[in-house]
């Protein structure tokens, strides 16, 4: 941590400009705070197993530019596919006019006169609150105190149980009253303690005594912004309508920013996107309500009704789509072809002679091939098939700690709510239905 400056600090945050450059100062308290660029994450556990995930998906998002809507679409996408068992937590980034909130659980973040808590909340609270600013405190722990303006964490992870942003108040000592207060103590003490806080820390941090000479004062840290991505890519975030600055926050989802979005093609045969012009037929069975099914499920896929209770007998049918794959920034691809995924997928033969389709997975880190992995629609199974990789394909499976890295070349049949990681991006893949019964296909 380093002193805070207050000559420096601005009266109110009014820009993502503003937030890189603002004092945070840490409170003491059991939980985990990050602060990495623009982005700011506190976990309400110190348990790194508990914290490893949410930690990788910040740092995904910080990586990427440290946009606030790619921090909640991640985010959100982590928890509806994950186990539910996560702590509470929240997450802040800038975004276009504001500053994009997440909250999931007993977390709570105060924005001068408005507070956001998940508490009480079936899943998670986000919203966008617009600049300007004036005071802004995340706590995780309702115990914890203020370790006061003097520290201030300008980048890495650290224990506390909360943290504040105070514009609008200094601190009662600058960095170099207590150093030269410190120097004139006749009393030889090697470490003097700082002055009292208004409420007992658990650990309260010494102040070292340095040579009394002027502290350099802490420049203002870049904002973060994203480099630009080649044409074709996911497309480019605009700033919000300053028609919303009037309202205290807005839902992110309310917001329809985003430049158009070219669908996934509607044709009126599922041949036409077969470049042989075959339909990929596969062995099934019908419910009683003729929707063609999985011969392993229990339960039909569109109508929900039992199969157990039918004889079951196996026909040749046209494969439904099998599921989609969510892009961490909310695009959505459905399941009824193959994939390549990829730097520049578009440029494959493969893609271009209509065999499959391509998803382009745009990484300013470098860390994705030109065509980096697969998914293969084999049988009534999702498969992802690494391509030989230089960086490697890794996946998480619903309730697995930790990413795993796929051998080079190898495949993996995917359950519903596996995400997929290529470089600094994440998919996850769920079925329509919520449930899959992976395994041998039938043949």
């Not at 998906?57 to 909640?72: I, K």
């Not at 030269?180 to 010494?206: F, N, Y």
């Not at 039918?310 to 989609?324: A, D, I, K, M, S």
């Not at 271009?352 to 009534?380: K, Q, Y």
Request: proline share 11%; glycine share 10%; with cysteine.
């Amino acid at each position: 941590m380093t002193p805070h400056s207050p000559s420096h600090a601005p009266s109110q945050l009014g820009s993502a400009a503003d937030w890189s450059a603002a004092a945070f100062a840490p409170h003491a308290g059991s939980g985990t705070l990050a602060r990495l660029g623009g982005v700011v994450l506190l976990v309400a556990s110190t348990d790194p197993a508990a914290v490893a995930p949410l930690l990788d998906q910040a740092q995904m998002v910080a990586a990427n530019g440290g946009d606030g809507r790619q921090l909640v679409r991640g985010f959100a996408l982590q928890l509806s596919s994950g186990a539910g068992d996560e702590p509470a937590f929240a997450a802040l980034a800038p975004h276009g006019s504001g500053l994009a909130v997440i909250v999931s659980g007993a977390a709570s973040v105060t924005v001068d006169d408005e507070t956001i808590t998940g508490e009480g909340s079936l899943s998670w609270v986000e919203r966008l609150v617009p600049w300007p600013i004036a005071r802004l405190v995340a706590t995780v722990d309702p115990g914890g105190t203020p370790l006061g303006a003097l520290y201030d964490l300008g980048a890495g992870v650290i224990p506390a149980g909360g943290v504040s942003v105070s514009v609008d108040e200094t601190p009662t000592m600058a960095m170099s009253q207590v150093v030269g207060d410190a120097a004139s103590i006749p009393d030889p003490a090697p470490v003097p303690a700082p002055a009292p806080a208004p409420a007992p820390a658990p650990e309260p941090v010494p102040v070292p005594v340095p040579v009394p000479v002027p502290v350099p004062v802490r420049p203002p840290a870049p904002d973060v912004v994203a480099p630009p991505t080649p044409a074709g890519d996911r497309p480019v975030l605009a700033a919000m309508p300053d028609a919303f600055a009037s309202f205290d926050s807005v839902k992110l989802r309310d917001l329809e920013d985003d430049e158009p979005v070219t669908p996934l093609p509607i044709v009126a045969d599922q041949r036409d996107v077969q470049a042989s012009g075959v339909v990929s037929e596969v062995r099934g069975v019908f419910c009683k309500n003729r929707h063609f099914n999985d011969p392993r499920v229990l339960f039909c896929a569109v109508c929900g009704i039992n199969m157990v209770q039918q004889t079951p007998v196996l026909v040749n049918g046209e494969r439904p789509p099998l599921g989609v794959v969510v892009l961490d920034d909310g695009a959505v691809f459905q399941l009824d072809t193959d994939y390549l995924l990829g730097r520049d997928p578009d440029a494959d033969d493969r893609v271009r002679h209509g065999d499959c389709r391509g998803i382009s997975i745009i990484d300013t880190s470098n860390m994705v091939s030109r065509v980096h992995a697969r998914l293969e629609l084999r049988g009534w199974d999702v498969v992802l098939v690494d391509n030989t990789s230089t960086n490697g394909t890794f996946v998480n499976s619903p309730k697995a700690v930790e990413w795993r890295r796929m051998a080079a070349g190898g495949d993996e049949v995917l359950t519903p709510g596996t995400r997929i990681r290529i470089g600094h991006r994440t998919l996850a893949f769920n079925t329509h239905g919520g449930q899959s019964a992976a395994g041998q296909s039938v043949s």
